[in-house]
T-cell receptor
Framework: DADVTQTPRNRITKTGKRIMLECSQT?????MYWYRQDPGLGLRLIYY???????NKGEISDGYSVSRQAQAKFSLSLESAIPNQTALYFC???????????FGPGTRLTVL | DQQVKQNSPSLSVQEGRISILNCDYT??????FLWYKKYPAEGPTFLIS?????DKNEDGRFTVFLNKSAKHLSLHIVPSQPGDSAVYFC????????????FGQGTTLQVKP
């Protein structure tokens, strides 16, 4: 079984709809991250969490919110989706002592 | 402000030859660098890393070189194989970055049989 899972894998929605992307991990890591990937821009950090009570904004948090329901679960919400939020979204985890992050398979989100 | 830059969007190499992927950075505080590989429809996977106290790290066919004075690192793949065809991202961090990675834009490598 995959260590980091994301649901859904693909989602098409309309402008103005609320969307939630979910991430679960079995690696036992405290740190979790949400990124988006756009062509030519690489991976950009949206939000990150170092434990259940710690939530921090990344470089592109506007229009997004997150919830850390448990050590193993970290959800990303788009309260009112807009077309420029069309992108690949990745969840990642890491251990406190190491810099390496482990990524989920991604969610392809299309906002029409 | 792009602190980590991969200026070559794509690279094409013949199977068996060397692939060299480059990455430049601007923040002199960065002290740890990583390379990730990404296949279509999959998440990035960690490939190799290097600390700023070293100038070279090798793992099988993959070697990362760090030139701190030039703020430049490179990933060498020798010999290149068709299965190496993927997008490669470099990333950097520093102690003050509290566990966050800064990624470059990525380079798409195509290894031709």
């Amino acid at each position: 079984d995959a260590d980091v899972t994301q649901t859904p894998r693909n989602r098409i929605t309309k402008t103005g709809k609320r969307i939630m992307l979910e991430c679960s991990q079995t690696k036992g890591h405290d740190r979790m991250y949400w990124y988006r990937q756009d062509p030519g821009l690489g991976l950009r950090l949206i939000y990150y969490s170092f434990d259940v009570k710690d939530i921090n904004k990344g470089e592109i948090s506007d229009g997004y919110s997150v919830s850390r329901q448990a050590q193993a679960k970290f959800s990303l919400s788009l309260e009112s989706a807009i077309p420029n939020q069309t992108a690949l979204y990745f969840c990642a985890t890491s251990d406190f002592y190491y810099n390496e992050q482990f990524f989920g398979p991604g969610t392809r989100l299309t906002v029409l | 402000d792009q602190q980590v830059k991969q200026n070559s969007p794509s690279l094409s190499v013949q199977e068996g030859r060397i692939s060299i992927l480059n990455c430049d950075y601007t923040n002199s505080m960065f002290d740890y660098f990583l390379w990730y590989k990404k296949y279509p429809a999959e998440g990035p996977t960690f490939l190799i890393s290097i600390s700023s106290i070293k100038d070279k790290n090798e793992d099988g066919r993959f070697t990362v070189f760090l030139n701190k004075s030039a703020k430049h690192l490179s990933l060498h793949i020798v010999p290149s194989q068709p299965g190496d065809s993927a997008v490669y991202f470099c990333a950097a961090t520093h102690p003050g970055n509290t566990g966050k990675l800064i990624f470059g834009q990525g380079t798409t490598l195509q290894v031709k049989p």
